[in-house]
């Protein structure tokens, strides 16, 4: 079936440094999301990317969907301690549901 | 406007014993699919249900069922409870098909003892 996988698994950084975190399918997805879950909470939907090759920026945050549809990245730059969390990619393929990548647990220090 | 509750909160069960938790979606939400995550790992997709209907399951035994209520309101229920069902049960709902954006409620804490 399909997999997600997501690299690195962790990432320390000191604030004012970029982060980037990579997402691969095994399979061609038809859209990709990204979510954000903060230590104890709850996934928190950050952003949807449906095309080939899509970038899509909020404030901070740049994210791409590969030309093949098969992966993805998220890339923060300059860091805050409020960007703390662990950032989840989930790939749809074509279908009703989302398969949920492994996250990138991302620590920021002050 | 309220956004996707769960109940319980936190639960504790032993080995054997059977569990239902509850889910109302965001207003207006007709999808709700329930996840599975276990310490330090992604989501894993347990089923969706769709006009009181189970639409997917993914690779979850019969242990697990669930129901969607008339209101779209939806339970999950575990039967013969293992130690590795503890996990953080996360139900998310949605309004449409798979290209929108779905919202997660704060999730159940189960703990099997």
Same mark, same amino acid.
């Given at each position: ?20 975190? &990579? ?11 990204? &979510? ?14 449906? +095309?080939?090759?899509?970038?899509? +920026? ?10 093949? +549809? ?16 662990? &950032? ?23 | 406007?309220? *956004? ?7 639960? /504790?069960?032993? %080995? ?11 207003? *207006?939400h007709?999808?709700?699919?329930w ?8 989501p894993?997709? /347990?089923?969706?249900?769709?006009? =009181? =209907? =189970?639409?997917? %399951? ?13 209101n ?21 709902? %949605?309004?449409? *098909?798979? %290209?929108?954006?779905q ?11």
């Amino acid at each position: 079936g399909q997999q997600v996988m997501q690299i690195p698994q962790y990432q320390h950084v000191q604030e004012g440094e970029d982060f980037t975190t &990579y997402c691969n399918s095994s399979t061609t997805l038809s859209n990709i999301q990204w &979510y954000k879950q903060r230590p104890g909470g709850h996934p928190v939907f950050l952003i949807q990317l449906v +095309k080939s090759g899509e970038v899509k +920026k909020q404030k901070r945050l740049t994210f791409q969907f590969g030309e093949a +549809k098969k992966n993805s990245s998220l890339h923060i730059t300059a860091t805050q301690t409020t960007d703390v969390g662990t &950032y989840f990619c989930a790939g749809n393929n074509y279908g009703q549901n989302f398969v949920f990548g492994p996250g990138t647990r991302l620590s920021v220090l002050p | 406007d309220a *956004g996707v509750t769960q109940s319980p909160t936190h639960l /504790i069960k032993t %080995r054997g014993q059977q569990v239902t938790l509850r889910c109302s979606p965001k207003s *207006g939400h007709d999808t709700v699919s329930w996840y599975q995550q276990a310490l330090g790992q992604g989501p894993q997709f /347990i089923f969706q249900y769709y006009e =009181e =209907e =189970e639409r997917q %399951r993914g690779n979850f035994p019969d242990r697990f069922s669930g129901h969607q209520f008339p209101n779209y309101s939806s339970e999950l229920n575990v039967n013969a409870l293992l130690l590795g069902d503890s996990a953080l049960y996360l139900c998310a709902s %949605r309004l449409g *098909g798979a %290209r929108v954006t779905q919202y997660f409620g704060p999730g159940t804490r189960l703990t099997v003892l």
